[in-house]
């Protein structure tokens, strides 16, 4: 059966789901282009968490009413980050966010590695896919390789990987896409090329990626992959996937009673966090709404890649409006792809004859919210000389952008 789909991407209605996008300043909209630090959360996501906590919350495994609407809600967050990321729900682990289960699951990885056993790692990640690596590689006194990126493209070397992998690799980190500056990173190439002759691991920090296009772990083929729900319309959160016989041969660092099975929850230790579990449920439920504008079919996972390829053809109009406008401004330098062909809406500038923390602080007094520095991409400005400097000036859309908000940056940087 065809399935009905419409291609109008209904900004007015997202953006009507998100109510921080109707907060003024004196009378002025405010313009958040700081997405890649952190999205608004949609009104839905709120809604899940503030109706765990009216209801009357609980702690997980009792036999009274509110533990079991706990339970019920936690297992159906987990079946939620499972659809969106083509998973099943026992590989699904909830944490306080990326970098804490980035660094969990690096030591539980870690115990049967020895001295001169080697890590790969890359030059265009956050610190977040690189310092819980580097923190392994000194206690064991392993090994440690960098793939490097091409400064002038942000584009990663894959041409050198395959030299960078021998018989005592133990895990490639990389990520899906860069938080400084926007590259998409060609995940299945990498896991080609990881896999090929190779036992080596593949983690991908997949925080940048996940919030702009559809995400499937078993046709990226990685074994372990990290995200964030804050940078896609939800709570602070943090997500795990792993691959399920993968998770069942490590031992997680973990109190003797947590639950073992399914092989994922071994990763959340303590209390989880259940009032942002109903806020993640809440995120997937948006997400679910906005892929059935476009498509009418019956199955959440279809939707969601719906609602995520929508958002990339949207976000590429804006980028390329964006990159448009940039070339009119005297003196500013897109660092990376000069297209959106191969990245996310995620752009990193400088200004001749202005520090990057002060075109920050220009756009702030005008209402528009963008970071600048190094975002914990440490590699990233090294690799490209920018560290005396200031780092970057850093804009982020996302798919409750407009037009009129690009424009608006585009004017506030020509008066500069």
């Known amino acids: 059966m065809k399935l009905r789909c419409r291609v109008d991407f209904p900004i007015e209605a997202v953006r009507g789901r998100f109510p921080a996008l109707g907060v003024t300043d004196d009378g002025r909209p405010r313009?958040?282009?700081d997405a890649p630090g952190g999205t608004q959360i949609?009104?839905?996501?709120?809604?899940?968490?503030?109706?765990?906590?009216?209801?009357?919350?609980?702690n997980s495994g009792g036999d009274f009413v509110t533990s079991r609407e706990t339970d019920a809600l936690s297992e159906a967050a987990h079946q939620s980050m499972a659809d969106l990321l083509g998973a099943e729900p026992g590989e699904i682990a909830f944490g306080a966010n990326m970098t804490s289960l980035t660094f969990a699951a690096s030591r539980a990885l870690a115990q049967g590695w020895q001295a001169d056993d080697e890590l790969v790692l890359s030059r265009l990640d956050h610190d977040a896919n690189v310092a819980p690596w580097l923190l392994i590689a000194r206690d064991k006194q392993m090994k440690v390789r960098w793939i490097d990126f091409d400064p002038e493209t942000g584009v990663l070397d894959l041409e050198a990987l395959p030299g960078l992998i021998g018989p005592q690799t133990r895990l490639v980190a990389v990520?899906?896409?860069?938080?400084?500056?926007?590259?998409l990173n060609?995940?299945?190439?990498?896991?080609?090329?990881?896999?090929?002759?190779?036992d080596a691991l593949l983690f991908v920090d997949a925080v940048q990626s996940v919030p702009h296009v559809p995400t499937d772990v078993r046709t990226l083929g990685c074994d372990l992959l990290v995200c964030s729900p804050y940078k896609f319309f939800g709570p602070h959160q943090g997500v795990l996937w792993g691959r399920a016989d993968l998770l069942a041969s490590i031992e997680a660092y973990k109190v003797r009673p947590a639950d073992p099975n399914p092989p994922a929850h071994r990763f959340e230790t303590g209390t989880a966090s259940f009032e942002a579990q109903g806020g993640v449920l809440g995120t997937i439920e948006y997400l679910d709404w906005l892929g059935g504008h476009f498509c009418s079919a019956n199955s959440r996972p279809e939707r969601l890649r719906s609602a995520m390829e929508a958002c990339v053809t949207y976000e590429r109009e804006l980028g390329d409006r964006l990159l448009a406008g940039f070339a009119t401004i005297p003196g500013l330098k897109l660092w990376g792809r000069p297209t959106m062909d191969g990245r996310v809406p995620t752009f990193a500038i400088t200004i001749d004859g202005h520090h990057p923390d002060d075109v920050a602080r220009a756009l702030a007094e005008q209402g528009i919210f963008a970071w600048s520095g190094h975002f914990y991409a440490v590699e990233v400005i090294a690799r490209l000389g920018?560290?005396?400097?200031?780092?970057?000036?850093?804009?982020?859309l996302c798919h409750y952008s407009t037009a009129a908000e690009v424009d608006r940056l585009i004017d506030a940087l020509r008066a500069l």
């Open 175 to 183: 990520g899906g896409a860069s938080n400084a500056l926007g590259t």
């Open 386 to 396: 920018l560290e005396e400097s200031g780092g970057l000036v850093r804009i982020g």
């Open 186 to 198: 060609d995940i299945p190439r990498i896991a080609q090329l990881v896999k090929t002759g190779s």
């Open 42 to 58: 949609c009104q839905d996501a709120i809604d899940g968490m503030v109706a765990h906590l009216r209801s009357g919350t609980a």
């Open 31 to 33: 313009v958040y282009f």
